[in-house]
């Protein structure tokens, strides 16, 4: 492999899953140019990656809005002069980490004569050259990356997450906490939010736990979110604790607020995945998903009660109820914060 195209478009979540896979690409190929796809928004995530030469965005907006439209020819105009963007770049080896049909489209559109795709879903199989089935160690952090590196012959060492900002990024976000009276290491990013309400802890159990991290942990909460929890960030700052950013940063400025974090704790969400990339103190909860129980560091932990439903992922039994989330305690949350805490600070 010689030039390498890395296909992982989505979810912010995913994309620090994979983000190891880079590194033991360029470990194993030093000489290699190794670019990644992703949609806008998201290439911030990865712009400080040594491993990572290139990063082409994919306007997938712009296809969709297309589509919509029924102008499928300026659609097809655009694919066309989309993938005559990647065969420019002379790949050799495109590989599709995301396995949906929508990244192998993106992968058969560079030309790579050599196209590996990842337990490939939808028909993407067919657009492949090389399938890798499923694998991986169960609850393990990374683990289908880590499984598909060692198909490949590369390096498991050290395959955790990690990622890395810009340092101009890393001194404006800086710049904005000294101005909210915050020091990095100060502050516990709180993040509550994701896409669906059986990833939801109760906002009462949050605003119990602001008060304790603030009083017990001597941490700022600091919560984090789009401009869709607005309104919800909002009330769960009214107790006065805590400051409430959400929708108030774009994603490169909260992750750089996630590296600067003496805490994080969150949902199974993409901002809590970064609290492990970025090595800080984190606990993570988790309900109707399990994607990982053993974390790979010893600063980090995750909170799952393995009630009888759960994980359900996108099929709930329980009309609401959500128990698997519900059941956690702040107290215990606390109590795990201090465990990491402590680990970190001896």
């Known amino acids: 492999m010689s030039r ?3 296909v992982r478009t989505s979810a912010i979540g995913d994309v620090v899953f994979a983000s190891p896979f880079a590194e033991a690409l360029r470990h194993r190929y030093p000489g290699a140019f190794i670019a990644w796809l992703v949609e806008p928004g998201i290439e911030g995530l990865l712009r400080g990656s040594a491993a990572v030469d290139a990063l082409i965005v994919w306007p997938k907006q712009e296809w969709l809005g297309l ?7 300026e659609l097809l105009g655009r694919v066309r002069a989309f993938s005559r963007e990647l065969k420019a770049y002379r790949f050799d080896t495109a590989i599709d980490l995301q396995s949906l049909l929508k990244s192998g489209v993106l992968t058969w559109l560079s030309g790579a004569r050599r196209r590996i795709g990842l337990a490939s879903r939808e028909g993407s ?8 089935p499923a694998g991986g160690q169960p609850g393990q952090i990374s683990s289908e990356y880590r499984h598909l590196a060692l198909r490949l012959g590369l390096s498991d060492v050290d395959f955790l997450p990690r990622l890395s900002l810009e340092a101009d990024v890393r001194a404006r976000v800086r710049d904005r906490l000294h101005r909210m009276g915050l020091r990095p290491g100060g502050y516990a990013v709180f993040a509550p939010f994701t896409t669906r309400p059986q990833k939801h ?3 009462a159990s949050w605003q119990r736990l602001a008060l304790a991290v603030r009083h017990e942990l001597r941490l700022v909460p600091v919560i984090l979110g789009g401009a869709a929890e607005r309104a919800a960030g909002e009330r769960l700052a009214e107790s006065g604790v805590a400051f409430s950013l959400a929708g108030e940063t774009g994603l490169v400025e909260a992750a750089a607020l996630v590296a600067d974090a003496g805490l994080v704790i969150g949902v199974d969400t993409g901002l ?3 609290g492990v990339a970025f090595a800080r103190p984190t606990v993570a909860l988790f309900g109707s998903t399990r994607p990982y129980l053993d974390v790979g ?5 995750v909170i799952w009660l393995g009630v009888a439903c759960s994980p359900c992922r996108r099929q709930p039994t329980c009309d609401g109820v959500f128990a698997c989330l519900s059941g956690i305690e702040p107290e215990r949350v606390v109590d795990e914060a201090k465990r990491v805490l402590q680990w970190e600070r001896a």
């Open 67 to 73: 589509l919509r439209a029924r102008r499928y020819r």
């Open 125 to 132: 199989r067919w657009l492949m050259t090389e399938v890798v």
């Open 4 to 6: 390498i195209l890395l």
């Open 201 to 203: 802890w109760p906002e």
């Open 297 to 301: 560091r010893a600063n980090a932990s």
């Open 272 to 274: 809590t995945h970064m």
